[in-house]
């Protein structure tokens, strides 16, 4: 089997000093990655809950989640302007702080039965995935080319305290709106708000010097200054970063999305579905060190099979698990979020390594447009899906989905082996 280079080229800088700096900025990242872990349970665990309340048609479900991922997207686009010009700070906190907005207008949403509002905030509500999915990146940017997918792990498993504790503060939460006369759901939210705002105030204050900006001072290897590659001429390297990517967001948004439903239908309440997407949460953030060294170690090819696999048993998992099963149930979502830490992992070593440093942010952030879109395709389709086929249905169709990014990346290694 060939494989999809992961660069050989020494480190961008050697300088002790600037180690420090790689340290101190994996550092701050952690920090707003626990914070922004904690935002991002709202969207999660009771968006489609609060959305199938309020418009009382549970095949519009999906709706929420597919607005989320459609804001991600727009905010994606700014970022990734934003980024070349002005670093990584400006950008990532800007998206945090536009996630905040748009956490406080869905409580006010609800509050006034207003889904208007509602529909809009989770747009904005967005901004604040793509600024926590986007600081993987940051921690890449002084890292030695050889070390990206595990500078990129340990900034991706930040994200785990907060996603678990999000979920399993669903009930606290909600508790604490119903004192404030607000509709429980909105609990997670009130949370979220707050978190997405701390993670915005930890970047601007700490993250400095800006590792982008920084990064681009260093002298450059070869492979970093060749021509700046562009998504309409990229080589198969990126198109397969962006094939694991794409396809490891859809599915995993489409299942989860409707798995709280799911489990509602069958008479599970809030605390049983919150621990179950906090038990997801936990598995989409938690093994990312191992599929970091496990790309560092192997490489994409390889890495990119083992995740289609492993995509592809979650959904067969989920399709036969019954309704009634908890531990099933949970076991499908776990090797789903298993499934989306490798993907997530390989496929951003494959984009990094394949974008010079000169054009990286632009091209990062077009790339993450496209995973916010198919994971707003995935949520969207997946209320019609269920609403007319049922959740196995669904499960089984996003397990054949996720697999084609197994011989997808066979063959552009061989391409790529053939070329060499």
């Known amino acids: 089997m060939g494989h999809l280079p992961l660069t050989s080229a020494p480190p961008i800088a050697t300088d002790p000093a600037i180690s420090a700096v790689q340290k101190r900025t994996l550092t701050v990242l952690l920090v707003s990655q626990i914070l922004s872990g904690v935002g991002l349970a709202a969207g999660v665990t009771v968006a489609g809950l609060l959305a199938g309340q309020m418009l009382h048609d549970t095949s519009l479900s999906g709706?929420?989640?597919?607005?989320?991922?459609?804001?991600?997207?727009?905010?994606?686009?700014?970022?990734?302007?934003?980024?070349?010009?002005?670093?990584?700070?400006?950008?990532?906190?800007?998206?945090?702080?536009?996630?905040?907005?748009?956490?406080?207008?869905?409580?006010?949403?609800?509050?006034?039965?207003?889904?208007?509002?509602?529909f809009a905030s989770l747009f904005l509500y967005g901004a604040g995935t793509t600024s926590n999915l986007q600081a993987r990146y940051a921690g890449a940017d002084l890292a030695a080319p050889h070390q990206r997918a595990r500078a990129t792990s340990t900034v991706i498993v930040a994200t785990t305290v907060g996603g678990i504790a999000g979920p399993l503060l669903a009930t606290p939460a909600g508790h604490l709106a119903t004192?404030?006369?607000?509709?429980?759901?909105?609990?997670?939210?009130?949370?979220?708000?707050?978190?997405?705002?701390?993670?915005?105030?930890?970047?601007?204050?700490?993250?400095?010097?800006?590792?982008?900006?920084?990064?681009?001072?260093?002298?450059?290897?070869?492979?970093?200054?060749?021509?700046?590659?562009?998504?309409?001429?990229?080589?198969?390297?990126?198109?397969?970063?962006?094939?694991?990517?794409?396809?490891s967001q859809l599915v995993m948004v489409a299942v989860m999305t409707m798995t709280p439903i799911h489990m509602h239908a069958h008479g599970f309440g809030t605390t049983a579905s919150g621990l179950v997407i906090a038990l997801h949460t936990g598995?989409?953030?938690?093994?990312?060190?191992?599929?970091?060294?496990?790309?560092?170690?192997?490489?994409?090819?390889?890495?990119?099979?083992?995740?289609a696999c492993t995509l592809l048993a979650a959904g067969v998992a989920a399709a036969l698990a019954p309704g009634h099963s908890f531990p099933l149930i949970t076991l499908a979502l776990v090797l789903l979020g298993v499934g989306w830490s490798f993907g997530l992992v390989t496929g951003t070593a494959i984009v990094t390594n394949s974008a010079p440093l000169a054009?990286?942010?632009?091209?990062?952030?077009?790339?993450?447009?496209?995973?916010?879109?198919?994971?707003?395709?995935?949520g969207l389709a997946s209320g019609v899906v269920v609403a007319y086929a049922g959740y196995p249905v669904l499960a089984v169709l996003c397990g054949i989905l996720a697999s084609v990014a197994a011989p997808a990346a066979v063959v552009a290694a061989r391409k790529n082996s053939a070329h060499a």
Request: proline share 8%; charged share 10%.
């Open 63 to 118: 709706l929420p989640i597919a607005l989320l991922t459609a804001g991600s997207a727009g905010a994606a686009v700014v970022i990734g302007r934003v980024s070349p010009c002005l670093g990584r700070r400006p950008g990532l906190a800007a998206g945090y702080l536009t996630g905040a907005l748009g956490g406080a207008g869905v409580v006010v949403a609800a509050a006034l039965d207003s889904p208007a509002l509602l």
């Open 179 to 247: 004192a404030l006369h607000l509709p429980g759901l909105t609990g997670l939210f009130l949370l979220s708000t707050a978190a997405f705002a701390l993670a915005a105030l930890t970047l601007l204050v700490w993250l400095r010097p800006d590792p982008l900006l920084l990064a681009r001072t260093l002298t450059a290897t070869p492979a970093e200054s060749t021509p700046a590659a562009s998504p309409s001429r990229a080589g198969p390297g990126l198109l397969i970063g962006v094939v694991v990517l794409v396809l």
């Open 283 to 307: 598995s989409m953030y938690l093994p990312s060190p191992l599929a970091g060294r496990l790309v560092d170690r192997f490489g994409a090819t390889a890495m990119s099979v083992v995740t």
């Open 359 to 378: 054009t990286r942010a632009r091209v990062q952030g077009l790339v993450d447009v496209a995973v916010a879109l198919a994971g707003a395709a995935g």
